[in-house]
């Protein structure tokens, strides 16, 4: 099975990749199951694709409720027959210096970006393995990658998602499962808008996204490429960044 027909769950498909990405996917003929916490988006966007005859569900989910997750897994399961791609998308940044000491900020990028993860990982599992097959994509960062000053726990937090699916993909040689770790680098989104609690830093960061990012749907072909390979070749880990990029 290519993408075509397959039943694919997507977190953060309110805006920027998750949305470029929940396009790209209907128009090739994935069913896909939309999760986030803004639903008038995810409306529309279910209308738009299924007014284009593609096939789309939407259902309210805050990454951070283990609930939800279950939620959205359940929606693929009833509506469409099964799940068959987790893509672990929805993610936050709150960047600044560790002299700052954003203890608010840092605990919602550790909720969001792993726990949010984790409770995609916790509810969709059961569901591969009583499948037996399924795949596991999340988006991490090219932060992870290099290091720089101001995203310290941002990329300490994509790096834990890296590990934990690494460790997820040692256990899970029997072949049901494939993983996929996507490291995105500049993309122009609206993540910056929601970014950056200093005004300084937030100018600098925007500035270099609209001099060097690149467009979501690159990332979204990325996506599709891995999801679209025979189920017994794993497309492990994929950097997409603007060619520019440092
Ligand atoms: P956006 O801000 O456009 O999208 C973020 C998405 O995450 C939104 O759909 C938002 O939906 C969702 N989200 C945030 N918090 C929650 C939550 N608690 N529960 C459910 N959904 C949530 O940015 P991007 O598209 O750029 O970001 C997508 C992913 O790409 C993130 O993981 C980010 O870390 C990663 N990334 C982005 C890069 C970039 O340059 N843009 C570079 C590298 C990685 P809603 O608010 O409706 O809930």
Known sequence: MTIHDKIIAITGASSGIGEATARHLASRGAAVVLGARRTDRLEQLVEEITAAGGRAAAVRVDVTDPDDLHSLVDRAVEGFGRLDVLVGNAGVSRISPMTDVD???WS???DVNVKGVLNGI??????????GSGHLVTVVSTSGLKIVPTQAVYAGTKNAVRTIVEGLRQESTDGVLRTTSISPGYVRTEFIDSALDDPRLREQVKQTMAELG????AVARAIAFAIDQPDDVEIGDLTIRPTRQG
Not at 214 to 217: F, H, Q
């Open 103 to 105: 203890v608010e900020g």
């Open 108 to 110: 919602a990028m550790v």
């Open 122 to 131: 916790a509810a969709a599992l059961p569901v591969f393995r009583a499948q």
């Open 214 to 217: 690149i467009d979501p749907t």
